[in-house]
C-alpha cells in the first residue's frame, strides 16, 4: 500500500520538524515566529500521519490519499504567511545568511547586517513588520479587492454583542473610544488573557450592568481605516440576559424596537450586515473606512 510505504519517511520528517521547534525555543528571544512557524508545519504533518494510520487500520483504498493531501494543502494556504518566513539569503544585503540566521533569528538578517544597538534592533523590527503588512495587503487599499483577506492580520481584535429580549434590542449611546457619538451595541477589546466570547460578556457587563445569557457568534467583520487602523470584530447574539440596566462612563444603554433600529445613527455598514445576521445568516464582512466614511465592502451570507 502507498499509505504504509509514507507513513514512515512522513513520521521521521515530521519528528525533525519538532526537534528543530525543540532547538529553536532556545533562541526564543530572537526567533518565536519562526519556533511558531515550526509548530503549524508539524502540526499539518501530524495531521497527514493520521489520516496515513486510519487508511492502514481500516485497509482503505489508497486513492483516498488525494483528498488527504488536497486538505492538507487547503490548511497550508491560509497559514502561507506563518510558515513561508525562512529566508537562505539577507533581506538587507541579499548575501548568504549562516543556519542558525536562517532558523532562529525572525529578522532574516546576515551576520554583518545584525542591529547593534536596541534603536537599531527595533528600527529593523519595524521593517520587517511592515514588508509583511505590504505582503499582506497594500499599505492604503482603495477597495477590499486590493486586500488578500486570508493572510490579512488585523491590529487588534473586538467583540460586539447584541441582547434581543421581548422584541427588542439593546444599544448603546457611545461615549469613548472609537465610534464616540454614535449608537452601537455593547462591546470593546479582546484582552490577551481571554477568549472572544469571554470578552464579549466581559464588556457588556462593564458598559451596560447586563449579563449576556446563551451568546451565540453571528458574524466576523474586518475593517481597515485610511489613517492605518486596522479591526477584525467578532459578533455575538444573546437571547436573554440579567442584571439592572446602567448608564457609564463608557455608554449609555437603552432598548430599541428591532424594527426602528437607528441606522442612521450607526456605523454606516451595520445597516449591510445587521439585518442578515438578524435574519439568520452568518455573516462575513469587509469594509474600507476613510474616517468614519465607507468607501468599500465585501459580505459574504451563509
Known sequence: MIALKLSQPLYYLMMAVLIANLTQRKHVKHGNRKRLATLW????LLFLQVELVLIQHFELSDMLLIPSFIFALALVYPLRSKIFI????????????????????????????????EEEKKAAAEKE????????FPENPETVEEVDWE????????VITYIFKDDKVLLINKKTGLGAGKVNAPGGRVELSEMPAEAAVREVQEETGFT????KEVARLSFIFKDGYSLKGIVYFADDCTGDMKETDEADPFWEAVDKIPYDKMWEDDELWLPLAISGKYVKGHFIFDGDKMISQEIEEN
Open 41 to 44: 508545519v508539524a502540526g499539518i
Open 86 to 117: 525562512f529566508r537562505t539569503k539577507c533581506v538587507s544585503c541579499n548575501e548568504k545568511m549562516s543556519f542558525n540566521k536562517t532558523v532562529y533569528w525572525d529578522n532574516n538578517l546576515c551576520d554583518s547586517c545584525q542591529p547593534e544597538t
Open 129 to 136: 513588520a511592515k514588508a509583511a503588512e505590504i505582503e499582506s
Open 151 to 158: 493572510a490579512w492580520e488585523p491590529k487588534e481584535t473586538a
Open 212 to 215: 449576556p445569557l446563551n451568546v
